[in-house]
């Protein structure tokens, strides 16, 4: 009974203004499908961690040092980067490339929509945060979740937890974020315009091809992005070689569903109070939506820029689908084609954008961790 007050007696406020993050979390995920194999456990992982004494995570007594569970699968998925690569797997085995290889000139928006990445890293050097912290928030901007985990924990940023609580929110808030900014910096001219889209045919040499190319060439000029390009590519090579369809499918569902659940777990160990409330954090979810908004603007004045030029105009919405948030973006600017005319059909032009923008985005994280790693 005393041990029971003495907790008690342990609670403080910023205890409870963590349940009710991780309350919210769980309300996101269950109420609003809003990534909920990510943020049901990352939710439910910040109530374990902010009870007094929590055996989840290691704590000093008296006795010794006790483990937690949560700190010990930390170290052995995320200190060494492993639950990240091997979810790129699933990713990767996930991702179609066809739209992308029928039409290459989309990887150029897809490029494009890696501005808000290297704008919020300007932004977070100039607030204050020290040069790795700043690259490791910068890279909320990729609007993947993977990458962000990588290279935070690559530079060994002080603020894992808030980058990827950002990050992987503002990923399940795509669908609301991203539709006012494409309407201020389109008109309505530009959000109509129709984009036929006859498909050439691609063929299964060239689909086994691609993401053993892209491996190489991104290993020649970014070698730090090997790991990061060459797991999501190894997941993509088993969806198109054709022999291991059970393999594919069990890296889709089973893989990456396990590892999201484990990292959201794992990933809540970081979300203790007295290293989460603090002004950085909301410094950094500011920073993040800064990312998110400008990866989309970047994008859609790419294929602006692009008109100017152009024999065939593109619609300019489908540039902001060059964000790494696969295939949330890519079904935003489909509906929001629909919406502005019900015989404008995008979807296949953005998810070409979209696959780019995830290559496009771990080649970013890439660079980040050569020039800052």
């Not at 690259?135 to 935070?152: E, L, W």
């Not at 484990?262 to 500011?286: C, H």
């Not at 998810?351 to 923008?357: K, L, P």
Request: hydrophobic share 55%; proline share 5%.
């Amino acid at each position: 009974m005393e041990a029971i007050f003495g907790n008690l007696l342990n609670l403080q406020w910023q205890h409870v203004v963590m349940w009710g993050i991780g309350g919210v979390l769980i309300w996101l995920a269950i109420k609003r499908n809003m990534e909920p194999t990510l943020l049901l456990p990352m939710g439910f992982g910040a109530i374990l961690v902010n009870l007094p004494f929590s055996g989840a995570v290691t704590q000093v007594l008296e006795t010794g040092v006790e483990e937690g569970p949560l700190d010990v699968l930390f170290d052995l998925g995320i200190a060494n980067e492993l639950f990240p690569l091997l979810l790129f797997i699933g990713i990767g085995a996930m991702i179609d490339f066809t739209p992308l290889l029928a039409n290459p000139k989309l990887m150029i928006f897809g490029a494009a929509a890696q501005f808000g990445i290297f704008f919020t890293l300007c932004a977070a050097t100039l607030l204050g945060f020290p040069i790795r912290d700043a690259a490791s928030i910068a890279v909320i901007g990729a609007a993947d979740g993977p990458t962000s985990i990588f290279v935070a924990n690559y530079l060994d940023s002080n603020y894992l937890g808030a980058i990827l609580v950002a990050a992987y929110s503002y990923m399940a808030l795509v669908p609301i974020i991203q539709p006012p900014v494409i309407r201020m910096v389109t008109t309505p001219a530009e959000r109509r315009i129709r984009m036929p889209y006859a498909q050439r045919e691609v063929s299964k040499t060239a689909r086994i091809l691609f993401p053993i190319v892209i491996t190489v060439i991104a290993g020649l000029f970014v070698p730090r992005s090997v790991a990061l390009v060459g797991f999501l590519m190894f997941g993509n090579l088993i969806r198109e070689c054709g022999v291991l369809d059970s393999l594919s499918e069990t890296a889709q569902k089973v893989l990456a569903n396990l590892i999201t659940l484990l990292l959201g777990l794992t990933v809540a160990s970081r979300m203790r109070a007295e290293d989460f409330l603090n002004k950085e954090t909301l410094m950094i979810l500011a920073l993040g939506l800064v990312a998110f908004v400008f990866d989309t603007i970047g994008g859609v004045l790419v294929a602006k820029i692009y008109n100017l030029f152009a024999k065939t105009r593109i619609n300019p919405m489908i540039g902001a689908a060059g964000i790494s948030a696969f295939p949330m973006s890519a079904r935003v600017i489909h509906q929001m084609g629909l919406a502005e005319d019900n015989q404008n059909f995008l979807l296949m032009h953005a998810v070409g954008v979209n696959v780019s923008g995830q290559i496009a985005s771990v080649i970013a994280g890439g660079m980040i961790l050569t020039l800052f790693g």
